[in-house]
């Protein structure tokens, strides 16, 4: 995934995974050149921001009674403990930015493949689907995210890839679990789940030198009739944005088509996060946005990226916590998100991440 901001702010867009450059407010957030030190409105330290976002964690996630409980029948999310990271077997290829002391940077220019590449990119896309697949599997009451994580990551290894967020800008994790009010980018951690959470698992596997990125929201348990509501609709959202796509289309018709699906049932479209260029590296050109946008830029034959809407019942304006990584709603209200990676093909659009 990758964070939008106004074509007026430089970079224009940088990877969501970088999370420690957030601007933490409960209004809005901006990207910034990683350690930064310039002042003004555009630019904070590193330090200030970290300040700034254990601030908001700390307003957010107080331990008063009154605001632990949200409409009546769930708890705020709070963060469990995270275990050690996990290893990788040296015989698996690693991407170049692991353990690099410089961060990864959006790659200029579409990831457009030849028969060669395409081929690359179906293998790890069939493996990211399966893998998110048999993570779905565990979903039930009383599993950790944790528990989901290591699973996740066994499966990976055992099948000569490495799973991609792992290392990725310093995230601990080998997948990304986004429970209830979690927009994106939950670090698994110790918080068993509930009957009637939601969660979203992000997998991403780098295979033979392609990355394949999707995730879906599961029930866990007996799940209320309004967040059922929501995860089906965000899934159609994708649907209908796929079916859209083909050379030449506009992908500004993309977000035209989430939001106007969206607003037939009133949630709201999170616009801070974008799909992304995905291949060779984990996050390109083009920009994806999910929401009604000008933004020019057509699809082009054997092109790949990912089209990921995250939608919410209440607020779409996230917060994120202090591990400069969970992205959860300012109000607390349910978020759902699906993602798929996608090829452009004569006919239109290829999903890659199916089993």
């Not at 330290?45 to 409980?69: A, P, Y």
């Not at 499966?155 to 986004?178: D, H, R």
């Amino acid at each position: 995934m990758a964070m939008a901001t106004s074509s007026s702010l430089q970079p224009r867009l940088l990877s969501s995974f970088i999370g420690d450059r957030f601007v933490c407010s409960t209004k809005s957030l901006r990207p910034l050149l990683p350690f930064s030190t310039a002042t003004g409105n555009k630019h904070v330290s590193m330090q200030h921001r970290r300040v700034l976002c254990n601030l908001v964690d700390i307003l957010f996630n107080r331990s008063n009674k009154e605001d632990d409980i949200l409409d009546g029948k769930r708890k705020h999310l709070r963060p469990g403990k995270v275990s050690p990271r996990l290893t990788v077997p040296d015989h698996i290829m690693w991407p170049p930015y692991v353990d690099s002391r410089r961060s990864p940077q959006i790659s200029r220019g579409a990831e457009i493949h030849d028969e060669t590449g395409i081929e690359g990119m179906r293998a790890s896309g069939r493996l990211a689907a399966q893998v998110l697949e048999y993570a779905g599997t565990l979903v039930k009451p009383g599993i950790t995210t944790d528990e989901i994580d290591k699973a996740v990551h066994q499966m990976i290894i055992e099948n000569g890839a490495y799973p991609s967020p792992l290392g990725y800008c310093g995230f601990p994790k080998s997948v990304c679990t986004s429970v209830n009010e979690c927009i994106c980018h939950g670090i698994p951690d110790s918080r068993p789940l509930e009957d009637g959470d939601i969660i979203n698992i992000d997998v991403t596997v780098y295979l033979n030198g392609y990355h394949g990125d999707t995730s879906a929201t599961f029930f866990c348990g007996d799940v209320d009739d309004e967040a059922k509501q929501l995860v089906e609709v965000t899934k159609e959202c994708l649907k209908k944005a796929i079916s859209i796509c083909a050379p030449g289309v506009e992908l500004n018709r993309i977000g035209k088509t989430i939001h106007n699906h969206a607003d037939k049932y009133k949630f709201g479209v999170v616009q801070q996060f974008v799909g992304h260029g995905v291949g060779r590296v984990f996050h390109a050109d083009p920009v994806v946005l999910h929401y009604r946008n000008n933004e020019r830029g057509r699809m082009v034959l054997g092109q790949t990226f990912t089209i990921e809407p995250m939608l919410t019942i209440g607020s779409t304006n996230p917060v994120i916590w202090a591990d400069d990584w969970t992205a959860v709603t300012e109000d607390g209200s349910l978020s759902a998100q699906f993602e798929h990676t996608i090829l452009i093909t004569e006919n239109g659009a290829e999903i890659l991440t199916k089993c």
